[in-house]
């Protein structure tokens, strides 16, 4: 070992196989693990919990409850994104989109994400019970622990169910900001959780038509890898379609005006309109990035809309 390596390992940074020689002797940053919590993501999701929390406390905020909340629900899906990370990284290496993590690079050594990943959890758990309450702690609890070991460890690596497992994790955040307001989940949380359960898959399958390729490289079971793109496409609408009804149970119940319905109605329709279009798109690849894109740009403002149309108490 040189002198280099040495050092190297001393200060957290190991060397992966495979992995380029210039990332094992860039140094490791700051910037290095906050990439690896995926703060964008984390962002995304945040908004649903924020959302959820907003629709339960119609407007009689305990804003120390909320910032509570918010601080332990990020920190537990970072805790999850950082494990995901860990878990990942032999096949990351794999593929183009992944491989200059820094795990995957070998910048930061694995023990060290590794308990990165569990601190993180440790603490956004025990805010979460301590700072708003039991309810929503084991919430976080049952979603880091599906999205790391039952969908991460598990279906990532063996099943087509893959996406629609991770689907089960990605629903809770809305419902963590929810019940730590209401405690008891009634038809309020259902609903948040369907909106999310039901907008994950389409969303993740545009990614993995538009990376097929890599994801092949690596062995991922993805649904267009293993059933191909048309078999992809159905599900997508299926779920899209669905999503629409869904997401007008919140008006329905009484939880949101008139112009939440409209916007979920419209919103909802032209992305199931923009999933149909796949069957004829003679790029396909191009198809699948303004599908993905338009996903993410379909959730935030949903949210937003969300918060603001929700009636106030009396």
Known sequence: MTLKEQASLELGVEPVAGAAEGAQTEPVTWRDFVQLAKPGIIFSNLITAFGGFWIASKWDIDWRLMLYTLIGTALVMASGRVLNNYLDRDLDIKMARTRKRATASGRVSANTVLWYGIS??????????????????????????????????????????????????????????????????????????????LWRPPHFWALAIRRMEDYRNAGYPMLPVVKGTFQTKISMIRYVVLLVPVSMLLYVYGYVGQIYFYASVIMGLYWA???????????????????FIYSINYLTPLFIIMVINTPHIG
Request: with cysteine; proline share 4%; charged share 10%.
């Open 120 to 197: 993180l959890g440790v603490i956004g758990l025990s805010i979460l019970w301590f700072g708003a309450n039991p309810v929503a702690a084991m919430l976080g609890l049952i979603g880091l622990f599906i999205y790391v070991w039952v969908y991460t460890a598990w279906f990532k690596r063996t099943s087509v169910w893959n996406t629609v497992v991770g689907g089960f994790s990605g629903a809770v955040p809305p419902v963590i900001g929810y019940c730590a307001v209401h405690q008891n989940p009634d038809m309020g949380a259902l609903i948040l959780f369907g909106i999310m359960f």
């Open 273 to 291: 309109f923009l999933c149909i279009k796949g069957f004829k798109a003679e790029d396909e690849e191009l198809w699948a990035k303004k599908t």
